[in-house]
T-cell receptor, first 113, second 111 residues
Framework: EAGVAQSPRYKIIEKRQSVAFWCNPI?????LYWYQQILGQGPKLLIQ????????DSQLPKDRFSAERLKGVDSTLKIQPAKLEDSAVYLC???????????FGPGTRLTVT | GESVGLHLPTLSVQEGDNSIINCAYS??????FIWYKQESGKGPQFIID?????DKRQGQRVTVLLNKTVKHLSLQIAATQPGDSAVYFC??????????FGKGTTLSVSS
């Protein structure tokens, strides 16, 4: 079974630029999550999708972050414009059913200079 | 807000020893707990979970203990191996709410 795929693995941008991350969950997993993991901390949920609908985006900084999952499969997370404090690893995870065992992708390490 | 924390940021053990990683949680309404292992450059990997109606659950070389009275969770790793070196996170939630991760304990295993 293929795991959760993410790209790119690394990205370096300057502040005020925009960036997008892509995630392809495990086939058949209805629930998809985006997390932000700042160095030395545990992951923090940004947004949760159930199929192509948003379940929880209460922690998403909506003035600069956006995410979509148009066909209920893969998803993109965008930051525009980026700030220095957005430097982190962005993890995508998926689960068969909401809040059951989550499978994480390798993450995208974002550095904002 | 509510959060899950770990008692020690680092733990160093010798190969073959048993390791115990501790976690304190503050939300008494939490009913689901998970331990994750995260190796450098990788996403967290599920190790074992436990629901609040249980006190103990065993997996392969791992045991999770839940003490709801003092809101404490522990992960025991038997016969620790160098491949167990990683950062370990506990996470908790209550039904329908987001998973909340603690800060992590770095386990270093020397041979």
């Amino acid at each position: 079974e293929a795991g959760v795929a993410q790209s790119p693995r690394y990205k370096i941008i300057e502040k005020r630029q925009s960036v997008a991350f892509w995630c392809n969950p495990i086939s058949g997993h209805a629930t998809l999550y985006w997390y932000q993991q700042i160095l030395g901390q545990g992951p923090k949920l940004l947004i949760q999708f159930q199929n192509n609908g948003v379940v929880d985006d209460s922690q998403l900084p909506k003035d600069r972050f956006s995410a979509e999952r148009l066909k209920g499969v893969d998803s993109t997370l965008k930051i525009q414009p980026a700030k220095l404090e957005d430097s982190a690893v962005y993890l995508c995870a998926s689960s068969l059913v909401e809040w059951t065992e989550q499978y994480f992708g390798p993450g995208t390490r974002l550095t904002v200079t | 807000g509510e959060s899950v924390g770990l008692h020690l940021p680092t733990l160093s053990v010798q190969e073959g020893d048993n390791s115990i990683i501790n976690c304190a949680y503050s939300n008494s309404a939490s009913d689901y707990f998970i331990w994750y292992k995260q190796e450098s450059g990788k996403g967290p990997q599920f190790i074992i979970d436990i629901r609040s109606n249980m006190d103990k659950r065993q997996g392969q070389r791992v045991t999770v203990l839940l003490n709801k009275t003092v809101k404490h969770l522990s992960l025991q790793i038997a016969a620790t191996q160098p491949g167990d070196s990683a950062v370990y996170f506990c996470a908790e939630n209550q039904a329908g709410t987001a998973l909340i991760f603690g800060k992590g304990t770095t386990l270093s295993v020397s041979s």
